[in-house]
């Protein structure tokens, strides 16, 4: 049984940080991308950054670029997301995601592109 589970979301001040974890279960990292969305209320699910499936080749959405990373431990099943300097617009459940499919270009951002998704974590950015 295929499943992905997040953890490490929160309430944190504009400005702080948070790591998000996806630990995948029942299939082997290494054959997979892992791609983090994030769905804010009233928004649609968008792509927040990609990791392909040997580490090499990463991709991130323009408004975290320099803040986020991304980042995947195949031997521990885990992949993350590292998150600094965090700002209110980043509140939003984010979601982890996988796919045999390399995604080649812009299609990581697309999310009917993935065919497993975890149930996703809270993460919110208030003083």
Same mark, same amino acid.
């Given at each position: 049984?295929?499943?992905?589970?997040?953890?490490?979301?929160?309430?944190?001040?504009?400005?702080?940080?948070?790591?998000?974890?996806?630990?995948?279960?029942?299939?082997?990292?290494?054959?997979?991308?892992?791609?983090?969305?994030?769905?804010?209320?009233?928004?649609?699910?968008?792509?927040?950054? @990609?990791?392909? +499936?040997?580490?090499?080749?990463?991709?991130?959405?323009?408004?975290?670029?320099?803040?986020? *990373?991304?980042?995947?431990?195949?031997?521990?099943? *885990?992949?993350?997301?590292? +998150?600094?300097?965090?700002?209110?617009?980043? *509140?939003?459940?984010?979601?982890?995601?996988?796919?045999?499919?390399?995604?080649?270009?812009?299609?990581?951002?697309?999310?009917?592109? @993935?065919?497993?998704?975890?149930?996703?974590?809270?993460? *919110?950015?208030?003083?």
């Amino acid at each position: 049984q295929v499943q992905l589970v997040e953890s490490g979301g929160g309430l944190v001040q504009p400005g702080g940080s948070l790591k998000l974890s996806c630990v995948v279960s029942g299939f082997p990292l290494a054959d997979y991308v892992i791609a983090w969305f994030r769905q804010a209320p009233g928004k649609e699910r968008e792509g927040v950054s @990609y990791i392909s +499936m040997s580490g090499a080749r990463v991709s991130y959405q323009d408004s975290v670029k320099g803040r986020f *990373t991304i980042s995947r431990d195949n031997a521990k099943n *885990t992949v993350y997301l590292q +998150m600094d300097s965090l700002k209110p617009d980043d *509140t939003a459940v984010y979601y982890c995601t996988a796919d045999m499919d390399p995604k080649l270009g812009g299609l990581w951002r697309i999310p009917s592109k @993935y065919n497993y998704w975890g149930q996703g974590t809270q993460v *919110t950015v208030s003083s």
